[in-house]
Structures are given as C-alpha cells and as structure tokens.
T-cell receptor, first 113, second 113 residues
C-alpha cells in the first residue's frame, strides 16, 4: 500500500463547478499535512496546510480526519486558472525522519470554459 | 525572495557516466530533499538530509548517493547512469519545524542515452 494515495484523475470540470479531491495516508504517526499545486512544467508550490479543525482560504477548503487518516480539498467556483495538478503531502517526524515529506501521485484538474 | 537553485535545467548523459546534480538553498533550511518525478508515479523521495553530513534513504535510493558537506548545498550523485534514471529531478528544502513549507527548485530534466 502506498503511503499517500489520491483520487485518480484527471478531473475535467466546467468553470464555476465545485470539485473535491480526496487523499488517504497510511502512517498514523504523520504530523503535518499539505496540499501543493503544480502547474505544467513547473515546480510544486504550497497551496495550503491542512489542520484538524479545517481551514479555508478563499475558494479553497481543506479538511483533515485523523481517525480515518483522510485529507480533502474542496475548490468552489472553479476558475480556468485552477487547472493544475494537486498534490497531497504528508510529513512525519520521528527519530532520523527530519520532516520527511511524502507526496501522493497527484490529481490533475482541468477547468474548461 | 526565497530560493532553491538547481545547477542545470536540462542534462543529457551517456549510460555508465557518473552524474552530479547540485542544489543550493539560501534560506538556512535544515532539511533538504531529492525527488524524482515520472508520469503516473508522482514525486518519489530518493534521499533527504536534516543536517550537514546527515542523510536518510527515501523510497527509491538504489543507484543514487548524496552528499551534504555544507548546510546550503545538497548533491545527488548517479554513480553509473542508466536509461531508467531518465527523469525530472526536483530538489527541495524546508525548516525543521513541524508544518514547515517546502520550497522547490525548478527541476533538472535528465536524459540518459
């Protein structure tokens, strides 16, 4: 089983749609959770961190369920500029782990006019 | 402006060559990472380091080694390049604290012929 698994893509949605991405992780000792965004032929960049209480940044909402080891990202009112690959990232700390970051395989989103 | 710099954007090497990929960060980060990214497989961790001269294997260390002689520099070494090491290589750095954002270099597209 992969340490971090994401919904397979691609997701093709019209502008204005709401889209949800899901992610599960296997290591219950994981301590930090993130969503990164990667545009075509570019490096990944942090979209938002994910907290147990849930957090929102404009049209983006991230949720963490530690009991189910599940992370989600909701994008409301999709824009053409949201087209990218969304990467679920989990980090765990422990002896000699030093903040090891593990990425899911990514989910591609394409927003169409 | 934070910066992670990889020495080359594109490299073409011959099978059997020893290849060095260099990464420098200017943010005084403790953690540094090397990933490779392949279509359908996402980012896979090769090696990471949480301190000078410290290194930890990631998920796919075979055929690679690393060097971290100075805090700001993390080198990836392909001891004897093979065609299956053709890939996009991404370097990243982060602070040691829980929840720290990782910053990526622009990547090195390596082709082994």
């Amino acid at each position: 089983r992969k340490e971090v698994e994401q919904d397979p893509g691609p997701f093709n949605v019209p502008e204005g749609a709401t889209v949800a991405f899901n992610c599960t992780y296997s290591n219950s000792a994981s301590q930090s959770f993130f969503w990164y965004r990667q545009d075509c032929r570019k490096e990944p960049k942090l979209l938002m961190s994910v907290y147990s209480s849930g957090n929102e940044d404009g049209r983006f909402t991230a949720q963490l369920n530690r009991a189910s080891q599940y992370i989600s990202l909701l994008i409301r009112d999709s824009k053409l500029s949201d087209s990218a690959t969304y990467l679920c990232v989990v980090a765990g700390w422990g002896y000699n782990q030093g903040g090891k970051l593990i990425f899911g395989q990514g989910t591609e989103l394409s927003v169409k006019p | 402006d934070v910066k992670v710099t990889q020495s080359s954007r594109y490299l073409v090497k011959r099978t059997g060559e020893k290849v060095f990929l260099e990464c420098v960060q200017d943010m005084d980060h403790e953690n540094m990472f090397w990933y490779r990214q392949d279509p359908g497989l996402g980012l896979r961790l090769i090696y990471f380091s949480y301190d000078v001269k410290m290194k930890e294997k990631g998920d796919i260390p075979e055929g690679y080694s690393v060097s971290r002689e100075k805090k700001e520099r993390f080198s990836l070494i392909l001891e004897s390049a093979s065609t299956n090491q053709t890939s996009m290589y991404l370097c990243a750095s982060s602070q040691l604290q829980v929840g720290s954002e990782a910053f990526f270099g622009q990547g090195t597209r390596l082709t082994v012929v």
